[in-house]
DNA sequence: TTATAATATATTGGTTCGATATATCTAAAG
DNA sequence: CTTTAGATATATCGAACCAATATATTATAA
């Protein structure tokens, strides 16, 4: 899925303007499944109005600066549906945060504690913030998928949250032993 | 992380050559949470060698062709150490499934059906195969990551298979209520 | 004998990301 | 009352990245 499939997508929930796109990727319902920056979103949407996916028009507003609000076609969402009966790619996740855990001995234990806190709160608040949203009326597909989210945040929470001690712990230990082993009997002085 | 970030976390663990390491984010301790494709890899590690953050020796080989075997150098190792001490970037994850599964209502029930599955059996076989690990001698970090992606992959396989035919029975329900909508009396003869 | 898969390196073109620039208004802090 | 910060809104550039492809050899399967 390219960020102008993922723009048609947004696009068919109603119209926008492409900072609207952005924040749907951030706070809206593709949260953390799918994401894009004004750097691939505007030139897609340029892209897709160029080829009759989409309609543009301008808005002027009191205060703010002038939006353009972008629209649907019906070849957009015939290209859509296309775009939908493809193979779907294997998920593709970048964790930063896994990455650093998976290499916690290298961490001095002030950073580690504040990275792996940050995470667990991280899926806290992804859960509240799932849980808070009103379900009535919603399609079986989106739903489907926010109670999938639920889950997912719910169980990474929660998994840190009760092993949190027992890493630290088993990590503190790990440490320990290593340096025993360095020093040879055990009795040494430390350095 | 960028990739060249990667590269010194895969060399961390041991000597490798670039399609080595690219095994690594396929099947190795790093796949599902990050990956890398021969385009990022092979540039990253001439960068590297460039900088002194790896040494590379040549190994002519019976029959294969040749392979270059990159090493991790004391500079590249304190590269990879501060690359760790920063802020880690949000997870990011791109997931053409869940974007399908969400536009389910549009996809005929073949198409669906078969997505849903693969992404069932996909997470089973990730489950399956983490399992079958032997976890003796690994360090903390290591085998915490690890057990934590095999929860993931339980509740996502568990969550798919308890989930599959209520989804279907509630698409079902709509779909039949929507076209109930358009033919207005309930007693329209489709079309 | 032919095709497929695995090992191994490398490049190219297109896509995408992160940072930045511009501009206006609102709300909060001083 | 004034400055600062944050939200709204569009846009672009260069760097990074990815998918596909090219090349070459060997082993295995059909």
Not at 41 to 68: F, H, S, W
Request: with cysteine; glycine share 10%; proline share 3%.
């Amino acid at each position: 899925m390219d960020v102008k499939t993922l723009c048609l997508g947004v696009l068919k929930l109603g119209d926008a303007t492409g900072y609207e796109i952005k924040k749907q990727f951030e706070e809206g319902p593709f949260a953390y499944f799918n994401q894009a920056g004004f750097g691939s979103i505007y030139p897609a949407l340029n892209a897709l109005l160029n080829d009759g996916m989409v309609t543009c028009r301008d808005e002027r507003q009191q205060g703010r600066p002038d939006k353009k609000v972008y629209r649907l076609t019906a070849a957009g969402e015939a290209a859509l549906t296309a775009a939908l009966h493809g193979r779907p790619a294997l998920d593709k996740l970048r964790s930063d945060t896994i990455f650093m855990l998976f290499f916690a001995e290298m961490l001095d234990e002030t950073h580690l504690r504040a990275t792996y806190d940050g995470y667990l709160s991280y899926f806290r608040s992804c859960f509240e913030h799932v849980r808070s949203l009103d379900n009535t009326g919603i399609t079986p597909g989106r739903l489907f998928v926010r109670d999938l989210g639920a889950e997912f945040y719910e169980t990474m929470a929660t998994y840190l949250a009760e092993h949190r001690e027992r890493f630290f712990a088993e990590l503190d230990a790990h440490q320990k032993a290593e340096s025993t082993a360095k020093t040879g009997t055990g009795m040494g002085t430390g350095r």
